[in-house]
């Protein structure tokens, strides 16, 4: 529970709060860059503000104020020049900082100081990013599983009508997963008569996850290098199978959260842009990688797409992981009211989550750098975890990788491509291809092991 | 005309409101229960206040809360349990109480108090009834039509865009007939290329109630038992074919009206729940009773359907009566401003039901129950009318009805069916053969009998 | 640039507001009288008022309060009588003074004197004019467009979501041809795919527009008899190809431009009607003349259409001259905020026509009538422009006519009537028979001339 005051806090993105000043110190995507292969000029909305970004002819990006200096058409319908986007009312021309380097059939330019408000731009890994903030700006990071080689790609892209934070507390949330993508999407596959067809297996996830409620001994959640990590340990003596610890996924300062271990068949940063106080531009990044020795398919350029949330009746669509989560988050309404919620001992990681962004936002207040704003380039690639991913790259990553014969790889071909929204991917044929060469790979290498369950203690990344 | 404060005072429906705690002394149909079979969760708006209302696993019926008490989820989205529902996200458990009954992954419940508001709720004749009052809650009353045997039943659903007093108002409006259902009937028909196809006949619903308008002496109004009765009398000397009465539907107090005698092969509850101020959740409950020796077509529960008020182009449909009733309803504004209204004598009813309304008010005010607020069960079936309907239950109900036979009954041979809502009902075919098997008695039992015409003084029902 | 209060001045048009008084001086289109064979009543939002148009059984037209006095019904649901419109509630009767004159089923009409505000209207030339000012109304000024002789016409209409102003400040921007139609449309029609099919000959009007952006010297504007008149003057040691001057559209006071000249195979009035502060109904009123000597083919009364502004997916459609107007129009926003723009010498015209139009508001203010304001009957055929147009009625007109060779009617020919709006319309086919029938006796008139280019010093109309 939070006082209303810290509600605001926490939520509101616009220019000059708190929250808002944070988002401000760093690099923040707005776009596939795909997108704009499409149509090179976009209307953007982020923190609140309203921009227009392009591609000029030249392939130069820009992101500039909406609204043409002159007669203040938006410039959203803007003609994209060599250098720079035109209005497309008299043509008047602004360049990549918002200056106005052309107002053709004016006489000259003399004197002519007036610029638009303009925000740099860079491409990372078929993302567009932009900096809001004050200048210089910091290094953008290379968070690993934006450059990571050998990959198949996607971007999923979805505008979510609630709060950013609400989305971002779902991953500070560890025991969601058993009963949003549980029981909830058990009772969404019996209520549509396809749970026998889709989770006959009890090894299919929504069994597994729905067994994550028992035995669960207490919550935890700390801050690392780079974010916060959190899970459960459980507990044999009160219902686990064994005694072990789940650690949920990995969480990156300040909207990141990654599922999957980098490297791994599939991967995912799920990111939490805030558009405005009540909206959330939502990023499923998605990296398919091939082990030692495997080679993934080639793609041009990273592909994107929009899971559908809703039937053609209007009626919302349940079956796959995102949606379920996209479902809870809306439901908590436009910006939750947290002076009225009622907190269990299954939310001290969001309570832990929330406390490390009020310390971040002080930091912004008292005039510091917050966390993972990186004023030297921190290096070519930045493991979020702060842990090398060594588990798929090692020449016998097969039989190391017994362990996970449970995860997504192997619940891949049992269908859990069709669990989530990988399903309405344009890469999902080469991920398949992936997949199959992977599978060939690892029966050359295995021989006659056998898969492992959890040990007693181990420490389970999910 | 009222003043704005009057006007406030008999329209606006919120907690805490003169007429939102006068319904809030009534039991409230707020849902078919055959939608519940649909799906068993479903949101209901009622009073202005947001609700869930569900059938757990067992059968059993709630209308809780919209929210969780734990983040604020919406319980709509919930998953119905052996015995309550749960919310997807955590899956917190209420049952019909609002009690939070278990915490999954919760320590304990100890010390954990907090309940959702929830409201009694039961099933009568294929509708749920709620009670948003202070308890205890009073007897349902059994009106008739919602448990007279032998019947073929369904229920026609619409959301009305504006304050359920136009509804109403309309049902103390013997007048609104003659041109509403007729002269605009006979209009639309007109534009459409339709009349001759659909109203050739001159005893066409649409020709006698043009009629209704000519000679009418007075319009009279009184409170009764249960409700209202208003009619029309005619003179001779003013143009009418005869001097004679014509009573209009029976009103039942507070939102009820009823067309068609209870016991006959057509009959209607329209009942108009106020959803919030400016919205109105109309069901027209409707009733095709078999008379005395004849059997009705078995029934496996009440369906229920929409009448489209649309077309595909969204233009109006107002080719049948309750299309045209909700044009005129809606055309007032969302609350119509009684303040600038002009009366005349036609309106005489609509006042002393207004005043009646008042009245009523002013008894919960004083700490009184309202009328029909029954403390002691009224017995088994209560007549809205005040009067037993023994006409069609009489074995030699075809003699008797002959007076009627310019009725619904006849006419929907004529197609009456297509002329109201009942065409887009599912239960159509059933009434359809309802109404052969009761022409089939009929022609046994009459011989060679001629319909009637009006008798002078004669008081008619319609 | 305005000030905030001047930008008010010069947008509201509400009762009461200065340019809504103004604009009460005049009568203002508000409909297509085909769209009253269709459908007789229909709902009017003109200048912020509420109004029902109609045409009862004996072709009276009428233009009255949308409110019945009795309880408030929209009267757009109305049904007409022989001489007046009822409400389709209880059939009460006005007639076009707004006054009540039949209560049906109510006893005398002794005493009853109120009414609904109504407003004079009138037909011209297929459109229906209303007068909402102070009375004695003026006379309807019969411009030539709507009474022209021998001639083709449709009507097109769009609602367009910003204010009257900004549409019509269009027509005081000489330059924005040479973006708005000429780059603006390369561009879309490149990105179409269409650039070569669509506009590969080097006539085409869009490359024709985009020259006009060379040379520019000076821009002119200045007030005339009945509106202003203003362009461009090119110097050849700017690059124009000769010093020249370039008159832009006819500008009749209010609201009216006019394009092409009265007479010529195409021409067009848009008028530009407030419907309220944000809303503009705009009409492109087509008229295509047969020149002396040949018969246009023959229309029963003036057809509508309705040119669309978006595709089935929602995007603009933009490979046309309305839409292309139409786009940068809403995307200065609702009502531009004239006190953040930055004009430049381009916009001297603009400039000119914001201070007429409120030279004409300060006359209103003054007691006086404003411009264009007629007491007296100002003749049966008034020319805009204050010229007698002869080019076309000439006897020898093909020969005339060769210096406009590279005009419209020749454009039309290689595709041009699918660059406007006109592609949409009704009377397209008779059209291009008048077309044909005008290229016919054009060949037959005039031997081996040839074309002529714009001779050095020349004025020509666009």
């Known amino acids: 529970m939070l006082?209303?005051?810290?509600?605001?806090?926490?939520?509101?993105?616009?220019?000059?709060?708190p929250c808002g000043e944070l988002m401000r110190r760093?690099?923040?995507p707005v776009a596939p860059f795909a997108q704009l292969l499409e149509n090179p000029v976009r209307k953007v909305r982020v923190l609140g503000e309203d921009l227009v970004l392009y591609k000029d002819r030249r392939?130069?990006?820009?992101?500039?104020?909406?609204?043409?200096?002159?007669?203040?058409?938006?410039?959203?319908?803007?003609?994209?020049?060599?250098?720079?986007?035109?209005c497309p009312y008299h043509?008047?021309?602004?360049?990549?900082e918002g200056v106005c380097i052309d107002r053709p059939m004016e006489s000259t330019r003399d004197g002519f100081k007036a610029k638009l408000k303009a925000y740099p731009v860079q491409e990372l890994g078929g993302l567009i990013f932009a900096y809001l903030g004050p200048l210089p700006a910091p290094v953008l990071p290379r968070w690993d599983l934006f450059v990571w080689p050998n990959a198949v790609r996607q971007i999923a892209?979805?505008?979510?009508?609630?709060?950013?934070?609400q989305c971002q507390e779902?991953?500070?949330?560890?025991?969601?997963s058993v009963w949003a993508h549980g029981h909830l999407f058990k009772y969404v596959l019996e209520r549509e008569g396809n749970l026998a067809k889709r989770a006959a297996s009890l090894d299919h996830t929504l069994h597994t996850r729905t067994k994550w409620g028992d035995g669960i001994k207490e919550l935890?959640?700390?801050?690392?290098?780079?974010?916060?990590?959190k899970g459960i340990s459980y507990a044999k003596e009160l219902g686990a199978e064994v005694d072990h610890v789940r650690r949920h996924s990995t969480v990156i300062f300040p909207f990141y959260t990654q599922t999957g271990k980098t490297g791994s068949p599939r991967s995912e940063l799920q990111i939490r842009v805030p558009m405005d106080d009540t909206h959330t531009y939502h990023i499923c990044y998605q990296v398919y990688a091939a082990p030692h020795g495997v080679d993934a398919p080639h793609q041009d350029g990273v592909p994107w797409y929009e899971p559908p949330m809703f039937d053609d009746d209007g009626r919302p669509i349940l079956d796959y992981v995102l949606a379920q989560d996209a479902l809870v988050w809306v439901a908590q309404g436009a910006i939750t009211d947290r002076s009225k919620e009622l907190l269990g001992r299954t939310d001290l990681p969001i309570v832990l989550l929330r406390r490390q962004l009020d310390q971040q936002i002080a930091r912004v207040e008292a005039g510091q750098d917050p966390m993972n704003v990186f004023r030297k380039?921190?290096?070519p690639m930045l493991h979020g975890s702060g842990i090398v991913p060594d588990g798929w790259t090692s020449p016998d990553w097969a039989k190391r990788q017994l362990f996970f014969s449970q995860g997504y790889r192997k619940m891949y071909h049992k269908g859990f491509a069709s669990d989530d929204a990988d399903r309405y991917g344009p890469a999902l044929e080469l991920v398949k291809e992936l997949h199959r060469r992977i599978e060939e790979a690892e029966l050359a290498m295995r021989g006659d092991t056998r898969p492992a369950t959890v040990a007693p203690g181990a420490v389970v990344d999910v």
Chains 1, 2, 3 share one sequence.
């Not at 006082?3 to 709060?17: I, K, M, S, Y």
């Not at 043509?91 to 990549?96: F, I, K, P, V």
């Not at 779902?170 to 969601?176: A, I, K, Q």
């Not at 935890?220 to 990590?229: D, I, L, P, R, V």
Request: include cysteine.
């Open 3 to 17: 006082t209303v005051e810290a509600n605001e806090r926490l939520t509101r993105v616009g220019p000059g709060t």
């Open 26 to 28: 760093y690099w923040i």
């Open 59 to 86: 392939g130069g990006l820009g992101l500039i104020g909406d609204r043409c200096l002159h007669r203040l058409v938006d410039m959203q319908f803007g003609i994209p020049d060599e250098c720079g986007l035109r």
């Open 91 to 96: 043509g008047w021309l602004y360049d990549a």
């Open 157 to 165: 892209i979805n505008i979510i009508d609630c709060n950013w934070l």
């Open 170 to 176: 779902n991953t500070g949330d560890p025991t969601h």
């Open 220 to 229: 935890f959640a700390k801050s690392t290098q780079f974010g916060f990590e």
């Open 377 to 379: 380039d921190p290096g």
